[in-house]
């Protein structure tokens, strides 16, 4: 019964460096998203995806980028870290049209940029 | 003015008390609204939908205000286990749905 599984769950890199923060789930959820949460402010939407081969910017797209090969994995790459990207990243999922159905989280990852 | 607002709190009440949370959200045309609970370092979990005539799940009541553009959530009977962050959750209508987390109000249950 894994839901959704993220992977790191911490992380620290040094400005510069690149990396794939992993996603999957075992839902067959065709909504997969990607957010940031930083001290004092809400869950900000970074890239979102309806289904497999699409993907759209959220909020705060700039410096990530994503892909959806397939329907249960949903990587998020940072191209070249910077500070301000130091923050917790969860990713969730959710059945279809998810106006109406409630979102699934991963256990988030803890990310510091050096 | 963001797009959602919550009081961040922190409430600290008794264990056994009433406590309510107000959210209020800028976007009229929203149709979807949701309380989610966060506890400490942890990821947000669904706690309840709120729907137009308002609605409840045991000691949790939540309400909708679409003239005045808030949400309410009423705990009753506080237990320790309700300390948590609860967070505001809006759809933002227009193309694809997408949900706007509010920053959440800090809950501190006492004995």
């Known amino acids: 019964n894994a839901g959704v599984t993220q992977t790191p769950k911490f992380q620290v890199l040094k400005t510069g460096q690149s990396m794939t923060l992993q996603c999957a789930q075992d839902?067959?959820?065709?909504?997969m998203s990607w957010y940031r949460q930083d001290p004092g402010m809400g869950l900000r939407l970074i890239h979102y995806s309806v289904g497999a081969g699409i993907t759209d910017q959220g909020e705060v797209p700039n410096g990530y980028n994503v892909s959806r090969s397939t329907t249960e994995d949903f990587p998020l790459r940072l191209l070249s870290a910077a500070p301000s990207q130091t923050s917790v990243y969860f990713c969730?999922?959710?059945?279809?049209?998810?106006?109406?159905?409630?979102?699934?989280f991963g256990d988030g990852t803890r990310l510091s940029i050096l | 003015r963001k797009e959602v607002e919550q009081d961040p709190g922190p409430f600290n009440v008794p264990e056994g008390a009433t406590v309510a949370f107000n959210c209020t959200y800028s976007?009229?045309?929203?149709?979807?609204f949701f309380w989610y609970r966060q506890d400490c370092r942890k990821e947000p979990k669904l706690l309840m939908s709120v729907y137009s005539s308002g609605n409840e799940d045991g000691r949790f009541t939540a309400q909708l205000n679409r003239a005045s553009q808030y949400i309410s959530l009423l705990i009753r009977d506080s237990k320790l286990s309700d300390s948590a962050t609860y967070l505001c959750v809006v759809n933002t209508p227009g193309g694809y749905n997408k949900l706007i987390f509010g920053a959440g109000t800090r809950l501190a249950v006492h004995p």
């Open positions: 976007n009229s045309a929203s149709q979807s």
């Open positions: 969730a999922s959710s059945y279809g049209d998810y106006s109406n159905q409630p979102q699934h």
């Open positions: 839902m067959n959820h065709e909504y």
